[in-house]
Every structure is written in C-alpha cells, then in structure tokens.
Nanobody, 126 residues
Framework: QVQLVESGGGSVQAGGSLRLSCEASGLPQRSGCMGWFRQAPGMERDGVAALEIDGTTIYVDSVKGRFTISQDNAKNTLYLQMNSLKPEDTAMYYC????????????????????WGQGTQVTVSS
C-alpha cells in the first residue's frame, strides 16, 4: 500500500523560506516520477515541480529560481525547498508519486500521478 505523508508547511512572512518533506512508503526506493502540486482556495490544483527518475526537474514558471525539488533515495523522501516566498505561494501543497516513468499525456506540462498525499498548508503573509 502506497502512502505519502507531507510535512513542513507553516506560516511565514514574504521573503522567508520553508522546506516541505514527503515521506513515501510502499514505493520502490527510486520511484519513476515524483512531484509537488498546490491548490489555493477556489482554484484548481496546479503543478509546481516534478522530478523524473533520471534527475530531470520541471518547474512552473512562477517558482523557477526560488523552489528546488530533490529526493533522498535512502530515506525515500521527496523535498521541496521554497525560498523567497511570496503571498501568492499560499496554498495547500500536495506530494504526488508514480511507480512508472513520468507520463505527460498529450502535451501536459506536468506528469499524471497515481498516488497523492493529504497535503500540507503553506501560508505566506505580506
């Protein structure tokens, strides 16, 4: 049974930093595809960052240069380091994973995922 558990969310002021963690269980030590999504109130869930098994990273334009996705294979944990946070980064952040290689379907910017965590809230105040 696959389980993804996020942690590390919280409230920070604009310009601050947070590191989100996603501990995965029930997955191979190196999953085929992992990523982070976020959903603000009243908005759709959108991709933030993705990490392919070969180390390729993908970021939505709004976080490029500020966020970094990484993985500790030994701990089976995915991270999202978030620096220079802005109020518009406020959202519930979700970890996602799939055992297969990243599948972008027909031209999607972010892969599709089979497994999702419950989310961790990030609030950035101005």
């Amino acid at each position: 049974q696959v389980q993804l558990v996020e942690s590390g969310g919280g409230s920070v002021q604009a310009g601050g930093s947070l590191r989100l963690s996603c501990e995965a269980s029930g997955l191979p030590q190196r999953s085929g595809c992992m990523g982070w999504f976020r959903q603000a109130p009243g908005m759709e869930r959108d991709g933030v960052a993705a990490l392919e098994i070969d180390g390729t990273t993908i970021y939505v334009d709004s976080v490029k240069g500020r966020f970094t996705i990484s993985q500790d294979n030994a701990k089976n944990t995915l991270y999202l380091q978030m620096n220079s946070l802005k109020p518009e980064d406020t959202a519930m952040y979700y970890c996602a994973a799939d055992t297969a290689a990243c599948d972008y379907g027909l031209g999607s910017q972010f892969p599709f995922f089979s497994y999702w965590g419950q989310g961790t809230q990030v609030t950035v105040s101005s």
